[in-house]
């Protein structure tokens, strides 16, 4: 296709993508750079009849004609980024000077918000994605097992965890396993502990919200899987049967291969997925104890009083160095499977 | 794996035939449950005396003197102004998945024929931009919207939506455009015809099973967006999932959590009906691209 009809043609969508995602990237790392205005204050003398008084009070028509005239925020470099709510260096350094041992220092610095996000968050990848890998195979090799007439409905059931938004799925688990719901019911019972709350426990509402992650997740997998399995060629199968191989080693030595390089685009969507949980932890109202980044930017935007521009901004550019970071073998891949096809 | 050869003992089918059963039971019980609970009354679906409360009906009976209520229903729909929510995600909903097939069909269509290296640089480049979590923009996206003070309308938010789902259906309908024989257009183009003829008349009778998919998908996207909808629409305009969090906020309100169940289920339904239907639109979409590897 020559150039000027390839630019028509793809000219809408382009300057779609360019405008809604190219440039709020931009915005967003400008945005990082700097932080809301601080209030001014001034003093102010109170006189009354016990006697005179000063105090200090924020000034509102100085401090919201600063915010008009320069409504991004005084300039911060990168304050933002290492400040305490994010790397938080002079923090880790404290922590690195006064902890005795490793652990200790681990201890602390998981504990400041962002490292705490950054751990949830990669906790959760690290032993979602693999679940869902495997569930996801599990599941797709035993309906293929099952009567060709019966499968149509056996699919549909399969993929409605996949098919609600986030949202929707978490709440819907977690009515069941609140403490009135009928798995948290039956929990207590079964525990002998009428106290026993998944809410109140962190090490609970992590396994809850990374139980519901793998449920949500598998279908996915399934069904890709599924659909490769479908294409698995049936001669080498055949003859390793003769051969006498078990149905493992069938499964290990032949399917597998096959499907190899779905297994990796599976793992890639998902894992990208995963980096980015946040509704989950809304629906299960585990703001409490587990905290993911896409969450923090999250809060900061929803922030009552002043919508916190910069640090959700700041937050924001590391999630997507994170991304890429992810990305980065993906990517040297197809890279290269693209030069050697030329 | 059902061969000929193949004699599969009776217990490992056992096994399976248990094992899907279990799966099936995760999957779909939570749904049955919220949908048999809305049609019950706050505290027998949230009982703090016994769970058994809400298969027996015994607070619904008391409360309204029939085993099943509509209340919930009746409550979110209109007191709780559920009506005006679906109404915003019909016009979302529809807008977003009409603008973006119009848009990624053309931009699909070009990639697909195009030989160049750009086109490749593209693809890459959606897929860069397919991974960035939505949130992310949408901090981009809120201090410059709210200077420009388009904030809080549904066409931004519907544009923003086309935007956000660009990379995936480019994509979708790019691998969908490689399966259609160039032969095709280019015996059209050496006919004579421009481009845009050879698309209108020759690709667009042929297009529509990728179309429906990539359709269902984006379809999917719009109408269970949360990030975005709910921080780029405000109160008046929201659709169904940011409302249906908004009566999560107000626990202490006695009816509103019901109201939440049953707004769960109003937006789920349609969504059910729609995928029972396309059930083979939506698997041939996820694994379109995934199979060639």
């Not at chain 1, 709510?85 to 200790?104: C, P, T």
């Not at chain 2, 937006?267 to 691209?289: H, K, N, W």
């Amino acid at each position: 296709m020559p150039n000027r009809s390839f630019f028509w043609f793809f000219f809408p969508a382009g300057l779609a993508m360019i405008l809604f995602i190219g440039l709020p990237i931009i915005s967003t790392g400008i945005q990082s750079f700097y932080a809301q205005h601080d209030q001014i204050l001034i003093e102010v003398k109170k006189c009354d009849p016990f006697g005179c008084k000063t105090s200090v009070v924020v000034d509102q028509e100085a401090t919201s004609k600063i915010k008009e005239e320069k409504p991004l925020g005084k300039f911060n470099g990168f304050g933002t980024y290492i400040d305490r709510n994010h790397l938080a260096s002079d923090q880790v350094s404290e922590f690195w000077n006064e902890s005795k041992s490793v652990g200790e220092f681990i201890g602390k610095v998981g504990n400041l918000p962002f490292y705490k996000a950054l751990v949830f968050t990669l906790t959760y990848c690290v032993i979602v994605t693999p679940c869902v890998l495997l569930l996801g195979f599990i599941i797709a090799l035993s309906l293929n097992a099952i009567s060709r007439k019966i499968r149509g409905p056996l699919i549909f059931g399969t993929i409605l965890p996949m098919i609600v938004t986030p949202l929707v799925g978490s709440l819907v688990l977690f009515w069941m396993i609140d403490a009135e719901g009928i798995i948290g019911a039956n929990l207590q019972i079964l525990m002998d502990d009428p106290y026993l709350s998944v809410k109140s426990s962190k090490a609970l509402t992590w396994i809850t919200i990374i139980i519901y992650g793998v449920w949500h997740h598998s279908p996915f997998a399934f069904v890709v899987f599924y659909a490769a399995l479908q294409t698995v060629p049936q001669e080498p199968l055949e003859a390793s049967i003769i051969d006498g191989a078990s149905r493992f080693q069938r499964v290990k030595h032949i399917v597998l291969p096959h499907i190899y390089p779905v297994v990796t685009f599976v793992a890639l969507i998902s894992l990208m997925d995963n980096f980015r949980v946040f509704e989950p932890i809304i629906g299960f109202s585990a703001e409490g104890s587990a905290q993911s980044l896409s969450w923090l930017i999250y809060d900061n935007l929803v922030n009552e009083e002043v919508i916190l521009f910069g640090s959700a901004a700041a937050t924001s550019i590391m999630t997507i160095v994170g991304i890429s970071i992810i990305l980065t073998p993906v990517l040297l891949r197809t890279w290269k499977e693209f030069r050697t096809n030329r | 794996m059902d061969f000929g050869l193949d004699k599969k003992s009776n217990s490992l089918k056992t096994f399976n035939t248990i094992f899907i059963v279990i799966w099936l039971l995760l999957a779909c019980f939570p749904f049955i449950w919220t949908f048999w609970g809305s049609f019950k009354v706050r505290a027998d679906f949230f009982s703090r005396a016994d769970w058994w409360y809400a298969i027996t009906a015994f607070n619904t009976l008391i409360e309204t003197g029939a085993r099943f209520t509509k209340e919930a229903y009746s409550g979110a729909w209109f007191e709780g102004e559920f009506w005006k929510a679906s109404r915003n995600t019909v016009i979302v909903t529809i807008s977003v998945v009409s603008i973006s097939l119009f848009l990624g069909t053309l931009g699909a269509y070009a990639l697909s024929r195009s030989t160049k290296n750009y086109a490749f640089w593209i693809l890459i480049i959606a897929l860069i931009f397919r991974a960035m979590p939505h949130i992310t923009l949408v901090s981009g996206y809120l201090f410059p919207f709210f200077q420009l003070q388009i904030w809080g309308i549904l066409p931004t938010t519907i544009v923003v939506l086309v935007a956000i789902n660009q990379p995936f259906t480019l994509w979708l309908l790019y691998s969908f455009f490689k399966t259609v024989p160039k032969e095709l257009d280019e015996s059209a183009l050496i006919d004579g015809c421009s481009y845009f003829q050879a698309f209108r008349h020759i690709i667009m009778p042929v297009m529509w099973p990728g179309v429906i998919t990539a359709g269902l998908f984006s379809l999917m996207l719009a109408y269970n967006d949360f990030t975005v909808t709910a921080l780029l629409l405000n109160q008046e305009n929201h659709t169904m999932v940011p409302k249906i969090q908004s009566y999560l906020g107000t626990n202490q309100h006695e009816g509103n959590l019901m109201w939440a169940v049953s707004a769960v289920v109003s937006a789920t339904a349609p969504l059910f009906l729609l995928v029972m239907f396309f059930q083979r639109q939506v698997i041939s979409g996820l694994t379109a691209g995934a199979i060639k590897g």
